[in-house]
């Protein structure tokens, strides 16, 4: 069976249940592992066919500890899938940017970074989930879309 990983850092709360609410749709076809950036499962992250990152938006980037996640990362991601959400407290907030930075970061840890993009109508998710605040209606549909097309993808990629 296919395995994903869904790794996030969140102060609020925001970006876990954006977190959960992905691991939750990719969970009806893959094994996944969630974890927060404190408590990261090196095993589960060698194992994972694919990894979706999360953090809050900050000035538009990443925050610092996922930053700090993404360097430090005690295994290798070479050839994994990955994929990226992140909230913000406003729209226009800078959480496609955060997305990108995040995508960055993935690319250069060789990475092959997914997001399902406008694939399966809407909602979109061109660069990943992105919710305002806490993941309701709409942004919801775009963690569990985001979820289950990393799966999907790690499916047909690895399975």
């Not at 996030?8 to 959960?20: F, I, L, Q």
């Not at 953090?55 to 360097?71: A, F, N």
């Not at 407290?89 to 840890?109: D, I, N, P, Q």
Request: glycine share 14%; hydrophobic share 40%; proline share 3%.
């Amino acid at each position: 069976m296919v395995k994903v990983a869904v790794v996030y850092h969140s102060e609020t709360g925001n970006t876990r249940s954006m977190a959960e609410l992905i691991a939750g749709a990719a969970g009806e076809t893959a094994e996944v592992s969630i974890m927060s950036v404190d408590e990261l499962d090196e095993k589960a992250l060698e194992e994972a066919h694919a990894v979706a990152f999360g953090t809050p938006t900050y000035l538009g980037q990443m925050s610092w500890q996922m930053k700090k996640c993404l360097d430090t990362l005690p295994v290798s991601m070479a050839g994994k899938l990955g994929a990226a959400f992140a909230s913000a407290g406003y729209f226009g907030g800078g959480s496609e940017t955060a997305e990108v930075t995040v995508a960055k970061a993935l690319m250069c840890r060789g990475m092959m970074v997914y997001s399902g993009g406008v694939g399966g109508g809407h909602p979109v998710t061109h660069f990943g989930a992105v919710s305002i605040n806490k993941p309701e209606d709409s942004d919801a549909e775009r963690c569990a879309k985001l979820g289950r097309a990393v799966a999907t993808k790690a499916g047909e990629l690895f399975g």
